[in-house]
């Protein structure tokens, strides 16, 4: 499923920090992907579906080089993602042990996969970065998944960051991290994010200006006729 056009444009110039704002207003608090960092700087501002994945602790009779073979394993799932879908991949916050490396990036990054977001690690980092993958993590470790977690399964309901993600869940990722935006609310969020980038380029032009906070920021009366006076104008 493709997201609509009219909804990626209105959330062309929005942030992740925005997209927090307006679902905590409508009583969303917990959205923020703890420890989905940037491996790079410069990595494109990503939306697009969720597809999951989900590791558990590592069993000694299950975590094996031989499980890499596995109809259930990572590799499997690389060629269940759609093109355009952005990869979440729960690892319980383990940073001792990569969950992909350069080639399954490698393999990601031919299939149209728009990008990598793990509460774990990566290895090969060098190998990696030069696959051009988007990836936000926690960091890098030379240890194979393996070592530290077992894979079982992909495309069903998992935590990242401490936040629920059910496949197809739309994700926002910048340098602020991920954001995960239920699908039946995306319209509507959409639209009022949009609505609240503006306000706050506005509110910008102010404190540019000399204004101070108090009334501004959020506006008063006052300041919201002269927000609409001034997109009016636009």
Known sequence: MTIE????????????????????????????????????????????????????????????????????????????????????????GVTDAGIFGDILCARMAKKGVAGLITDGVVRDLAGVLGTGLPVWCQGTAAPASVTSLTFVNWQEPIGCGGVAVFPDDIIMVDDDGAVVIPQKMLAEVAAVAADQERLEEWIMTQVNDGASLPGLYPPNAENKARYEAWTKAR
Not at 50 to 55: I, K, M, N
Request: proline share 8%; charged share 20%.
């Open 5 to 92: 056009p009219a909804t990626l444009a209105a959330l062309a110039g929005v942030s992740t920090a925005t997209i927090t704002t307006v679902l905590l207003k409508k009583g969303l608090r917990n959205v923020w992907m703890r420890g989905t960092r940037p491996i790079r700087t410069g990595q494109p501002r990503l939306i697009g579906r969720a597809f999951t994945l989900r590791f558990v602790p590592s069993r000694e009779d299950l975590a094996t080089p031989e499980s890499w073979s596995s109809p259930i394993s990572t590799r499997a799932a690389i060629e269940a993602m759609p093109d355009g879908c952005i990869a979440i991949a729960d690892a319980m």
